[in-house]
């Protein structure tokens, strides 16, 4: 299986849209993805999706399940979209952090061991996860806590939207400490899949950040910033913004859409998933066959 979180330091890079717009990509091609957004913020991936409506309710949400208190069975939290299956976040994980430590806390005076950053995966690997999918995409809140320990322990591998400025450099470079950093206190190695330039005008000084990159660069997309707000004023991914809410298909949104599906053909690669229909990048009438 395919897994990982799209991760950057840096707020406002296009985060969440990048996990959406991928965790699309992958399905489009036939595969069967699994998206765990863990944004604790309103506007999250569940919210672009439009699978928040039950976030303040009194349901079986994924924080229920990481405590060992489910209310329900792990399928049962799955909604999908666009071809995509995606487990709604919920309100519960604002207060995920003290959740996980006083699970632990009961825990340890019963003598059991409870690894507060390893929840996520065990879920996961309980439910099944590794053979019923193809994907796994983890989308964390940017902050270091229990919600990016748990989706970087649950998918070994990142994803990084980066801004191509003097912040976007800021954020890269402080990349590798925080990787060594994350390996030391999860016990587990972190690796690098794609670094992803988002909103790249080409200017001089973007393109010498660009070079400064030690990480694979499979696609560089440009300012994009009408698309990706018509995304979360629809509710869906770019590709089906462009299909059914845009007046007219225009080429270089039509280019971008080809890039999220280069970048997904990339991602599996790394692992050796052959995708069994994949598009033409950026094929809006491409037939998407069910995995």
């Not at 994803?159 to 030391?184: C, M, Q």
Request: charged share 25%; net charge negative.
């Amino acid at each position: 299986m395919l897994a990982y979180s799209t991760y950057s330091e840096a707020g406002g890079v296009g985060k969440t849209t990048t996990a959406a717009n991928l965790a699309v990509a992958h399905a489009r091609a036939g595969l069967k993805p699994l998206v765990v957004p863990l944004d604790p913020q309103d506007g999250d991936l569940s919210r672009l999706f439009g699978v928040d409506t039950d976030r303040t309710e009194s349901v079986d949400n994924i924080v229920r399940h990481m405590i060992r208190r489910p209310s329900g069975d792990f399928d049962d939290l799955v909604r999908t979209v666009e071809g995509v299956d995606i487990i709604p976040e919920h309100n519960m994980l604002s207060d995920l952090a003290e959740y996980l430590q006083r699970e632990k806390d009961q825990a340890e005076a019963m003598g059991e061991a409870f690894g507060m950053h390893a929840q996520l995966l065990r879920v996961l690997q309980d439910a099944g996860v590794p053979d019923e999918y193809d994907v796994l995409i983890c989308d964390p809140p940017a902050t270091e806590g229990p919600h990016l320990y748990n989706a970087i322990h649950a998918t070994r591998s990142l994803v990084i939207p980066v801004e191509p400025s003097a912040k976007g450099r800021a954020a890269v470079e402080g990349l590798e400490s925080l990787v060594a950093g994350l390996e030391d206190q999860l016990d587990v190695e972190v690796g690098v899949l794609a670094a992803v330039p988002v909103g790249f005008k080409n200017t001089r000084d973007q393109r010498t950040i660009l070079d400064e990159i030690d990480y694979p660069i499979p696609e560089v997309i440009g300012e994009r910033a009408s698309l990706m707000e018509g995304c979360w004023m629809q509710q869906c991914s770019a590709f089906e913004y462009v299909r059914n809410h845009r007046d007219r298909r225009r080429d270089y949104e039509i280019e971008t859409l080809a890039q999220f599906d280069r970048i997904a053909r990339h991602l599996e690669e790394q692992v050796g998933l052959e995708a069994p229909n994949p598009p033409e990048p950026g094929d809006l009438d491409h037939e998407v066959l069910s995995a």
